[in-house]
Structures are given as structure tokens and as C-alpha cells.
């Protein structure tokens, strides 16, 4: 636990009126209200933004729940990890306030159909090319998350970069009022990014995970010593894809709030942002190579 964060039992909620009826008095009491939104099975990347919102703001809301609009594959929503006590043990200790906790029902009443969402390049590569529909069901979820909590500040990791950008601009056009902070992406002692798939790993398929943090840190170096950008992406692509037990999906230069590529010419940052499958778990990294 960070210095000055207190341990609280956090108050659970199911409904979106219970939800509403706490908010409400928080504010009236004077606090101001930080939202970390996850789908559960929670780690120290989670807990490093509970910890920033329980210091920047009064009091922090976590939800969990595990959005079956942004999968595109069934077998992975019905994969994905489920770890509730251990999950609230972990708010506890991170210092978070709230925990909303809503059903399907709650959040979606009997219609899962969510609108398509264009944001230009945003939401049609990389993320979007390999999970048709995914950003549709992000920007639909986070929607109804920030109008049902209404946060004055939202905490998102990093290592979802794509995901953070999309979140921003939609932000921007419907909850200007919520303030989106993008937070470090956190890394394991042995330089895997943290991630709730990671438990699905065996321990070989881990070791042979461990390339993709390499191939990003070697991709970085390339480039410091002055390698054409688009040689040294495709280098290291191939690189990657000779590595066995690695299926690679995309490794790509973009920058880091448009996703613009590097032959646009927009101003940095920029990060190599890449997307693999290892041992049948998908895995997601990225690391900033041009400031």
C-alpha cells in the first residue's frame, strides 16, 4: 500500500440507485469523486490506480464488471477470469471507498445491441482490425459507466493505449465534465506487462511471453542508434514472428493520442504498440520509443 493510504472497508453496490444515493452524498459532504473501472481479476497495475485517485480525489469508485459487448470472441468472455473476494480484499488495500458491482441487466436492461463507433484511425486499426466490434462495446460501456457514477476524474492504464485514446475523444464529446487520466503501465519483476490474461500463462508459455517486452526495448534501440523508422518496425516484426509459441497480430509505430503513423508527421510522442497471442492467451504491450 502507497504511504498515506488508509485501508477502508468499501462499501459494495449492486444497483445504479444505491450507486447514485452514494454519490450524492459524497458530494454533499464536500468530496470529489475518482473512478477506476475494471472487468475484475485485479493486480498491482489496478491498484496503482486506485492509490493515484485516492490521493488525488476524496473518494474512489471501482467498478467490476466484465463488459460482454467488447469481446468478440465468445470463448474468451466465458474465460475471462473471475476473482471477486480476492478483487475487493485488493480495493480494500488500495484504498479504494466504492465498489460497484452491477449485473448484466443492470448496466445493458435486455438489449446487448451496441451503436458502431468511428473515430477515424482510432477505430480502424491495430485493437480494432483484430477485435471487430471491440471498441463499440468499450465506448458503450463507458458511457453508461461515467453517466451512471459521474466521476470528476476517470484513471485508465496505459497499457491499453489504444483504448485510453478512444475513451478521451469520447469523453470529450459527451462527459467533458470527466477528466481522463492515463497512468503508467506497470510491469512485472520480470518485464511481462501486467495483465488480469496473465493467470492463464503456464510457465513456458510466460518465458516465451517475456519476447514481446524484449522486441518493444529492442525496437526502442534501434532507433536510438539511428535506424529508419519503418526498417527497424519491420526488423523487429520479423524478428518476432520467428519466435516460436508467438503469434503475432500487429507491431506498429504510432503516435501516442491519435494513432497517427509515423510517416504522418504529427508531433511525438511516440510508442511501438503491439498485440500477440501466446499459449492461446492475448496479450497486449506497449513502450514509448520517440519523445
Request: net charge negative; aromatic share 6%; glycine share 8%.
Amino acid at each position: 500500500m502507497s504511504q498515506g493510504i488508509q485501508a477502508i472497508t468499501p462499501v459494495l453496490l449492486r444497483g445504479a440507485k444505491e450507486l447514485r444515493e452514494w454519490v450524492d452524498n459524497e458530494r454533499i459532504l464536500g468530496h470529489q469523486i475518482g473512478f477506476v473501472p475494471t472487468m475484475g481479476a485485479l493486480h498491482a497495475g489496478h491498484a496503482s490506480l486506485m492509490q493515484l485517485a485516492a490521493q488525488d480525489v476524496g473518494r474512489v469508485v471501482v467498478s467490476i464488471f466484465v463488459n460482454p459487448t467488447q469481446f468478440n470472441n465468445e470463448s474468451d468472455y466465458s474465460g475471462y477470469p473471475l476473482t471477486p473476494d480476492a478483487d475487493l480484499e485488493l480495493v480494500e488495500a488500495a484504498g479504494g471507498h466504492a465498489v460497484f458491482m452491477p449485473s448484466v441487466e443492470e448496466m445493458y436492461a435486455d438489449d446487448l445491441t451496441v451503436k458502431p463507433v468511428d473515430m477515424g484511425a482510432l477505430t480502424r486499426g491495430w485493437e480494432a482490425v483484430d477485435r471487430p466490434g471491440h471498441f463499440d462495446g468499450v465506448v458503450a460501456i463507458v458511457d453508461l459507466l461515467f453517466a451512471a457514477v459521474r466521476p470528476d476524474r476517470a484513471y485508465f492504464g496505459e497499457k491499453d493505449l489504444q483504448q485510453l485514446a478512444v475513451v478521451r475523444t469520447m469523453a470529450a464529446e459527451r462527459h467533458p465534465e470527466v477528466e481522463v487520466v492515463g497512468c503508467p503501465l506497470i510491469r512485472d519483476v520480470d518485464g511481462l506487462a501486467l495483465s488480469s490474461r496473465n493467470v492463464r500463462l503456464t510457465a513456458d508459455t510466460r518465458r516465451i511471453a517475456l519476447a514481446l517486452p524484449a522486441a518493444l526495448h529492442r525496437l526502442k534501440d534501434l532507433l536510438a542508434r539511428g535506424l529508419f523508422p519503418p526498417d527497424a518496425v519491420v526488423m523487429v516484426r520479423e524478428e518476432l514472428m520467428a519466435v516460436e509459441g508467438v503469434e503475432l497480430a500487429y507491431l506498429d509505430l504510432v503516435q501516442r493520442d491519435t494513432f497517427a503513423s509515423w510517416m504522418s508527421g504529427a508531433t511525438g510522442p511516440y510508442f511501438a504498440v503491439l498485440a500477440a497471442t501466446v499459449g492461446g492467451v492475448r496479450l497486449l504491450d506497449n513502450l514509448e520509443v520517440i519523445s
